[in-house]
């Protein structure tokens, strides 16, 4: 295990984990403008021209009824504007101070001089709660993220809301139902011009499947005529390919049709969804414990951590105890795939000497360890492997 060699903190690198924090109220803001901006563009040009009607309509003398009734339309329809501006409004003033408080978070690191502060060790306990909040969220342990986040006060610090309707919709996709699905594309159109996913297509392309399933071939062929034909440049072998399946009925064998009607496609266009919402908010596909985990346990990996003489844990005749984590029976399967870590500087004890099996130790600490076990003169034992040797074979170390 790499030892530590300073308990400076570096701030900058405890953050490279932390661009989802803030990037994710960001893009709802961001969100919630553009749809405030495409309303009043929508709004403005409705009133401009009931008011260029109302005024035309009184100018030529009609009845006042018919003018009144023009401005009671105007103004009930700019009351309900009105109401969905004090909505956003609401989700805004939530979404600056969330950002307020996961920036004054961040800021908290800044303060905390050393790895060895009390403050540092309360800082890392409040990410590691917001890591088991988001991995609960991507499981779809909702109910269990929301008490954790409510019990550790960091709800402003955590998504649940989004994390929440992730995961309603894609279990509303599982279970064979793509309503929630379109409202969502319909509502993230614009956001979703920059990605190279189309779901959308992909979720009227199930509709079309299902309306053949079900033998409705007229409505099927409405139905790819009015929202899958518009996608020929972009689908085209898709389209061609959906089209043939009108005449392949839902028991067939012949591929790729057998493929498009299996209800595996349901589990892939859930997945499909999340990849989009996540791509979309710029979230990692995977949990954020996954990658913290994954770090951690590369950086203090050694290929020593795997051998098969790694501790007394793998090996009954070892005669000494680790205290290297990856080598502990809980986390040297986690470790096992991992990259080992990159380290500059070697650390080995005083007074080196090489044993005939070629394991290394220091000189002092084995003839002690060797006295204390009761071995006769001129004999040590390998504290790892429990294998005994003549002090003649041993060989002093130099190092280079």
Not at 10 to 25: M, T
Request: hydrophobic share 35%; net charge positive; proline share 5%.
């Amino acid at each position: 295990m790499a030892e530590p060699t300073t308990t400076k903190l570096n701030a900058e690198s405890h953050l490279l984990l932390e661009q989802p924090l803030l990037r994710l109220p960001y893009e709802l803001s961001r969100k919630n403008f553009k749809s405030l901006q495409r309303s009043f563009e929508r709004e403005q040009s409705h009133v401009l021209s009931a008011l260029k009607f109302t005024a035309n309509v009184a100018l030529t003398g009609q009845p006042a009824p018919k003018t009144l009734a023009s401005l009671g339309n105007m103004i009930s329809r700019l009351q309900g504007f009105k109401r969905k501006i004090q909505a956003l409004q609401e989700e805004e003033k939530v979404l600056q101070e969330h950002s307020r408080k996961r920036i004054q978070h961040l800021k908290d690191l800044y303060d905390i001089p050393s790895l060895a502060d009390v403050k540092y060790d309360e800082w890392s306990r409040i990410r590691l709660d917001r890591l088991l909040v988001d991995y609960l969220l991507r499981s779809g342990y909702a109910e269990s993220a929301r008490a954790l986040a409510r019990e550790k006060g960091i709800e402003a610090l955590v998504d649940l809301d989004v994390f929440v309707r992730c995961h309603r919709i894609a279990e509303s996709l599982r279970n064979g139902d793509t309503t929630e699905g379109l409202a969502w594309c319909q509502e993230h159109k614009p956001m979703m011009k920059k990605t190279s996913i189309n779901l959308e297509f992909q979720l009227r392309l199930q509709q079309y499947i299902e309306l053949r399933r079900e033998g409705r071939l007229l409505g099927a062929r409405q139905h790819a005529q009015r929202y899958i034909a518009p996608h020929t440049d972009s689908h085209f072998a898709e389209i061609h390919t959906a089209a043939a399946l009108l005449a392949f009925p839902p028991d067939t064998t012949a591929e790729p049709y057998k493929s498009m009607y299996s209800s595996s496609r349901w589990s892939d266009l859930a997945n499909l969804f999340i990849k989009t919402h996540h791509e979309l908010f710029s979230l990692p596909p995977q949990p954020l414990l996954h990658i913290a985990l994954s770090a951690g346990l590369s950086a203090l990996k050694t290929p020593s951590c795997h051998s098969a003489y790694a501790s007394s844990s793998s090996n009954a005749s070892s005669s000494i105890t680790t205290v290297c984590p990856i080598c502990s029976t809980e986390l040297n399967e986690l470790a096992r795939g991992l990259p080992y870590a990159h380290h500059t500087k070697s650390y080995v004890e005083n007074d080196p000497v090489v044993l005939p099996n070629g394991r290394i130790y220091g000189r002092d600490r084995l003839m002690q360890m060797s006295a204390k076990i009761g071995l006769e003169n001129g004999e040590v034992k390998d504290p790892t492997t429990g294998e005994i040797f003549e002090c003649t074979k041993v060989r002093k170390v130099y190092i280079s």
